[in-house]
């Protein structure tokens, strides 16, 4: 990740999310089952893709700029044999979209290499690059630094598993890691176990295939593996051909867990389950909670698609307003949120969307969506809403208004790209050009997931459950109130 600050103290890079994969399959196509998984995590990164796939005497890496499809054809897949893999897709943003970028990251140590894919940012990574020589501008990712730090506790070690446990406690952030040496597997959530990792299992309990780690839970379901918990928080799994094994790692403190409560919001695909919730039906119980808490006389409740439609089906179901569809996704369209600059998003929402002219006009809407960053999305549809017929437009938000950056893996703009750091809401709602803009309570929030584990919520509330390595305080304020915002200066991640 990347958060570099300019002279005036502007936030200059913006983070990544990214989703892993590991499979170990003696007996299974390992590299298209990788590719598979990918594909399923292909809504966290449109960047890169790459994989490492081992047959016991080399590791080969595949990476490269793109798509999962574009990067890895029948083919390349043709070419890469063997009994375990991993894989990784980026989502990265202007400033460090590069090949350097691309994962999994190799390095030639113990017997034939080992290979690492990263999900989260490192809050402490200028200092771990300096622990091991490295110069500031000579790091494309912290997960660079990671691999020089495994590198440098090998000739004591010459294990993997024993030099992540001397590694892993002197990290400092959130990672999710799937790593592999020439013979095992390994998936590393850290204490906070602020990124999502789950285990699966390939064939019956009795006599599996083989074992599967993912990002999310559809990753494991496309290749057919059955779901067997997740990765706990803090926890190290080590993967061989006895099967899975949970190591002790060294951590030099006890943490409560705290997952990013935006991959409820927004990241996870809605058929995932975190914490034992499928993500669709808490963003339908939100958009319930909203209604309750923000209602609206309209004619129709409607979502931006995709990630507004379950809240706008439960607002709708809620306030007793029909739901209909007020516009039409082009699916060929990725994300615009990970698009990498201003324009680009703002292009994106103009090829990806396109209003149903005769179910909007003369109506007064309810249009739900998930989260406003820099309300690029939003004064978009409302502006072609408006064009269309619309007579209201009464914009509702399943999440609090996002006002701090993230510092633990996800895509955050600098305080002044923030619509809501320096505007009230009804400030936004003109900017935005709505009737009217009402944002979920962060306690109501909470309560349409009803999990018992805890959660990040720093990009709405500024409660950063670690330190952040604080470059500078710059002065923000928050609708009419004042208030302070530290920029940070880290080095770049995934």
């Not at 013979?183 to 006599?207: I, S, T």
């Not at 201003?342 to 006009?361: F, G, I, M, S």
């Not at 720093?458 to 109130?481: E, K, L, M, N, W």
């Amino acid at each position: 990740m990347t958060v570099l600050c300019d002279n005036e103290g502007r936030v200059d890079g913006v983070k990544e999310a990214c989703g892993v994969f590991g499979v170990f399959a003696p007996d299974l196509p390992v590299a298209n089952l990788t590719f598979d998984g990918l594909f399923a995590l292909q809504h966290r990164g449109q960047e890169s893709a790459g994989m490492a796939v081992s047959d016991g005497d080399t590791v080969t890496v595949v990476k490269d700029m793109g798509l999962v499809a574009t990067v890895f054809d029948e083919r390349t897949l043709s070419g890469l044999q063997g009994h375990l893999a991993i894989g990784h897709t980026r989502y990265s943003t202007h400033g460090a979209s590069d090949w350097a970028g691309a994962q999994p990251v190799y390095r030639p140590a113990g017997r034939a290499g080992f290979a690492l894919a990263h999900n989260g940012n490192l809050t402490n990574t200028a200092a771990l690059a300096e622990k091991v020589g490295m110069l500031p501008g000579s790091v494309a990712t912290d997960s660079d630094v990671v691999a020089e730090l495994l590198m440098h506790a090998f000739p004591e070690t010459e294990d993997l598993s024993t030099a992540l446990q001397a590694v892993l406690p002197i990290l400092e952030g959130a990672f999710s890691f799937v790593l592999m040496s020439s013979e095992r597997l390994f998936g590393v959530r850290d204490p906070f176990g602020f990124r999502p990792l789950c285990l699966g299992r390939l064939g019956p309990a009795e006599a599996p295939d083989g074992w599967v780690l993912a990002s999310e839970t559809p990753a494991l379901n496309v290749i057919g593996a059955t779901f067997v918990r997740e990765v706990a928080p803090g926890e190290m799994v080590v993967i061989d051909a006895a099967g899975p094994t949970s190591l002790d790692v060294p951590w030099l403190r006890e943490v409560e867990p705290r997952l990013c409560i935006f991959e409820f919001a927004y990241i996870a695909r809605p058929d995932s389950r975190l914490y034992g919730r499928e993500v669709h039906e808490t963003r339908c119980r939100m958009g319930e909670l909203l209604a309750a808490q923000a209602p609206a006389e309209a004619d129709m409740v409607m979502g931006v698609p995709e990630s507004g439609v379950p809240a706008a089906e439960g607002f709708a179901r809620a306030s007793g307003i029909p739901y209909g569809q007020g516009l039409v996704k082009n699916r060929y369209i990725g994300r615009s949120f990970i698009a990498p600059d201003q324009k680009e998003r703002a292009d994106a929402v103009r090829r990806k969307l396109n209003p149903l002219r005769d179910a909007v006009t003369g109506k007064r809407l309810v249009v739900v969506d998930d989260s406003i960053v820099r309300g690029t999305t939003q004064r978009s549809v409302i502006k072609m809403l408006r064009e269309a017929g619309a007579s209201e437009v009464h914009l509702r938000i399943s999440s609090p208004p996002w006002r701090w950056p993230c510092f633990y893996g996800i895509d955050t703009p600098s305080h002044d790209e923030l619509l809501a750091t320096d505007h009230s809401v009804e400030e936004m709602a003109r900017v935005l050009g709505a009737d009217s803009l009402a944002y979920i309570s962060i306690e109501n929030l909470k309560a349409a997931i009803g999990a018992d584990g805890g959660f990040c919520d720093a990009c709405f509330t500024g409660d950063y459950p670690t330190p952040t390595p604080a470059a500078r305080t710059v002065p923000v304020t928050v609708g009419r109130a004042p208030a302070t915002m530290a920029h940070q200066g880290a080095l770049p991640g995934v």
